[in-house]
């Protein structure tokens, strides 16, 4: 039998798939390097391939079905990508099933385009990770590459030279969670170092020691100029407080007049004016998620900016900083408007109506926390077109809340008459004494029926948290609403369960 014939059949190695340090790529010939065509006219080969037929039907399947069926396979798991689990097992296992899967997994060129790498906390077989990418970038060649990297050791070998540097010009998305002194290294490579990165996605570790400054002046970036999303955020493993780390996007080397989707969240702050003169230079900005701080006291106020291609915005804001950002915004195409404050923060309604008298969009989706101060009404009635609302622990009576769901304009109409999704969670100040939270959970009940009874969309899915719980019939009445085509989700916020999420529904995409 002919040698590369003798490699496709040689038996698969036993490995525990579970096992990070199980990297087996051993490939004596290069066989990806002869066409499949030459592989399946090779007598030898063939003939063990007709014996195998006989007791197995799935081998009769052709090559170019069976390469879909494994391209289909490897779709269904690519959400798993940043799971510490032994990476690439798909590829690696269906190329060891039997000589026939193994060469056309080898001839599959984009079965070996997304590559996900997994250090952990241990660099002992960093050798066997460089092996299996630089194996899967030959295999893969000349398409274009997904590559995720992830590690929690400080004391990992250079990844820029070893793992990145071999196919940079091939990366189209690039992912990488690690210590924030290893992503530096990738933005310090030339400016043509990735010429076809469409997406980054930076999650950086830190620690106390690590002082920064982190994210400015990356070179390898300028040089993207298919660069349309980028995500970074800091992150601390050990949920320590750490102080803030100011982002400044004019230092930063981004292409921001190119970007469509922008994130800069977690410990990874911007002051307001800055945020405001961002918006104003990208000007094809569709989605912005990002962590605003207040500016030093005698800053001057940023200049008004409009953006007519802004949709999405999720403002996480400190020390009482959205007033100054919200103020200098004209933001007519605004569909979604998500606000989480850090540190329960007095907000007046009217930042929120100024904001839309000066716009005038017509907002879809309005998520709102840790927010006290007067009503948030105003703002509702000025947003008919609200499908979906988001009240998560602003500080009102669960009666008052209840209330403005069930009011009607002028013409008869409820508000929000396309109002879908609706999500009110708190530690709701009339849950106590016992006949406050009666009444109170009776209007919950009242205002779900009314808007199942009237307007023009019913009510379909509702999510509700407080400390104390519903009685049984109200229970009861919420199952069967269920029956009638209501999702309800019940969140319990009593001691020892008492997490509340920031968002309920999932934010745009």
């Known amino acids: 039998m002919d040698s590369f014939a003798t490699d496709l059949y040689l038996p698969p190695t036993h490995t525990r798939m579970t096992d990070s340090r199980a990297y087996s790529v051993e490939e004596p010939v290069a066989i990806h390097h002869i066409s499949l065509k030459t592989i399946l006219s090779n007598s030898e080969f063939m003939t063990q391939h007709k014996r195998q037929q006989a007791s197995s039907p799935v081998l009769r399947l052709p090559p170019e079905l069976l390469s ?27 190329s060891k099933v039997c000589g026939f899967w193994r060469a056309v997994a080898l001839h599959t060129p984009m079965l070996w385009t997304s590559v996900a790498l997994h250090l952990g906390k241990h660099v002992s077989n960093f050798n066997g990770i460089k092996e299996l990418a630089l194996t899967c970038f030959q295999r893969s060649e000349p398409l274009p590459l997904s590559l995720t990297i992830t590690s929690e050791t400080t004391s990992m070998p250079n990844i820029v030279s070893d793992l990145v540097s071999s196919a940079r010009h091939r990366i189209t998305r690039l992912q990488l ?46 040089g993207a100029t298919q660069l349309k999303t980028v995500v970074f955020r800091c992150y601390n493993p050990d949920n320590t407080r750490l102080e ?23 410990s990874l702050q911007v002051l307001a004016n800055d945020a405001v003169n961002l918006i104003g230079q990208a000007t094809n900005l569709v ?9 030093p006291e ?53 930042v929120f109506v100024g904001l839309h008298e000066k716009s005038a969009f017509s907002l879809r989706r309005f998520l709102i926390s840790d927010r006290m101060g007067d009503s948030i009404f105003p ?56 006949v406050a939270w009666d009444t109170a959970s009776q209007a919950l009940m009242a205002m779900v029926r009314f808007r199942r009874q009237t307007g023009h969309q019913m009510l379909n899915y509702l999510v509700f ?14 199952k069967t609403w269920r029956l009638e085509g209501m999702e309800y989700r019940l969140t319990d916020l ?16």
């Not at 948290?465 to 919420?478: I, S």
């Open 68 to 94: 879909e069926i494994f391209l289909l396979l490897l779709a269904t798991t690519e959400d798993k990508a940043l799971r510490p689990s032994f990476p690439m097992h798909v590829q690696l296992a269906l």
């Open 177 to 222: 969670q690690m210590p924030i002194a290893f992503t530096e290294s990738i933005f310090k490579l030339p400016m043509s170092s990735f010429k076809l990165l469409r997406s980054i996605e930076v999650s950086a570790m830190l620690t106390s020691g690590d002082k920064g400054p982190w994210f400015r002046a990356m070179s390898s970036l300028e």
């Open 244 to 266: 803030r780390r100011l982002f400044k996007p004019m230092k930063s080397g981004l292409r921001l007049e190119q970007l469509l989707h922008l994130t800069l969240v977690g």
């Open 287 to 295: 989605q912005l998620a990002i962590h605003i701080t207040r500016v």
């Open 298 to 350: 005698g800053a001057p106020e940023p200049d008004s900016v409009v953006s007519s291609t802004l949709r999405y915005l999720d403002a996480t804001v400190s020390q009482y900083s959205l007033p100054v950002f919200l103020n200098a915004l004209k933001l007519p195409s605004l569909e979604e408007l998500s606000v989480r404050c850090r540190g329960v923060q007095n907000i007046p309604c009217s």
């Open 379 to 434: 703002f509702l009635r000025c947003s008919p077109f609200l499908e979906r609302v988001q009240l998560i622990q602003c500080g009102s009576a669960l009666n008052t809340v209840c209330k403005i769901f069930t009011r009607k304009a002028g013409n008869g109409v409820p508000i929000l008459p396309h109002l879908k999704e609706l999500a009110i969670v708190d530690r709701w100040p009339d849950e106590r004494p016992e």
């Open 465 to 478: 948290g407080a400390r104390k719980a519903l009685n049984e019939d109200q229970v009861a009445q919420l």
């Open 494 to 509: 009593r001691p020892g369960y008492d997490r509340i999420e920031e968002d309920y529904f999932g934010t745009a995409s």
